[in-house]
């Protein structure tokens, strides 16, 4: 029981620990889209630009890149009041849901054998074997204590992935062509 205990306790504080830490990591947003002249787009947060490089992180990566490979720079600042801004609700912690899933079956595990073992220990108990009944009933009641602290940590890994966050992201309108040359526009919601 104490080592159960113990288990749930540390099980507790990590995914505690977990979500503050993830809670606290705060994403650069990327402030600015390059069209290339040989038709990739890169997309990240300008760290400095003059008159000969644009210097660009994307994703923990910097990138250097001279004026004769670019053949546009679209920023937050060149769009204006054209960007549209949603506000969009995002579930970082989603993967916990998982967790729930996994704990929750081996919760209803537990408490499957658990009436499992009071059965066998009403049956054995009509036929006189009080020892066997005994321990069986001990096995059914630490399988019930094991269901219960798996569905609590069920309970909690479900309340974990439900967590949301607010976050207004921009709209920008991107203009295109099908194959065709029949032109498009379209919404595509990054920065």
């Given at each position: 029981?104490?080592?159960?205990?113990?288990?749930?306790?540390?099980?507790?504080?990590?995914?505690?620990f977990?979500?503050?830490?993830a809670?606290?990591?705060n994403?650069?947003?990327?402030?600015?889209?390059?069209?290339?002249f040989?038709?990739?787009?890169?997309?990240?947060?300008?760290?400095e630009?003059?008159?000969d490089?644009?210097?660009i992180?994307v994703?923990?990566?910097?990138?250097?890149?001279?004026?004769e490979e670019?053949?546009k720079i679209?920023?937050?600042?060149?769009?204006?009041?054209?960007?549209?801004?949603?506000?969009?609700?995002d579930?970082?912690?989603?993967?916990?849901?998982?967790?729930?899933?996994?704990?929750?079956l081996?919760s209803?595990?537990?408490?499957?054998r658990a009436?499992?073992?009071?059965?066998?220990?009403?049956?054995?108990r009509?036929h006189d074997q009080?020892a066997r009944?005994k321990k069986l009933e001990g096995?059914?009641d630490?399988?019930?204590?094991?269901?219960w602290?798996?569905?609590?940590?069920?309970?909690?890994s479900l309340?974990?992935?439900l967590?949301?966050?607010?976050?207004?992201?921009?709209?920008?309108?991107?203009?295109?062509?099908t194959?065709y040359?029949?032109?498009?526009?379209?919404?595509?919601?990054l920065f």
């Amino acid at each position: 029981m104490k080592f159960l205990a113990s288990w749930l306790l540390l099980t507790f504080f990590v995914g505690y620990f977990e979500v503050l830490y993830a809670q606290s990591i705060n994403p650069v947003r990327a402030n600015t889209r390059l069209y290339l002249f040989d038709g990739s787009i890169v997309e990240g947060r300008v760290i400095e630009k003059d008159n000969d490089l644009v210097i660009i992180r994307v994703n923990k990566k910097i990138f250097t890149f001279e004026y004769e490979e670019i053949e546009k720079i679209v920023t937050l600042e060149s769009l204006g009041a054209g960007a549209k801004t949603i506000s969009v609700k995002d579930y970082p912690y989603i993967s916990f849901m998982g967790g729930a899933v996994a704990f929750g079956l081996l919760s209803w595990l537990q408490f499957d054998r658990a009436s499992d073992n009071e059965k066998e220990a009403i049956l054995n108990r009509t036929h006189d074997q009080f020892a066997r009944a005994k321990k069986l009933e001990g096995k059914a009641d630490r399988a019930r204590v094991y269901g219960w602290a798996t569905a609590v940590v069920s309970v909690g890994s479900l309340g974990i992935s439900l967590i949301s966050r607010e976050e207004t992201k921009r709209v920008f309108p991107e203009i295109g062509s099908t194959g065709y040359g029949t032109p498009t526009v379209r919404a595509v919601y990054l920065f």
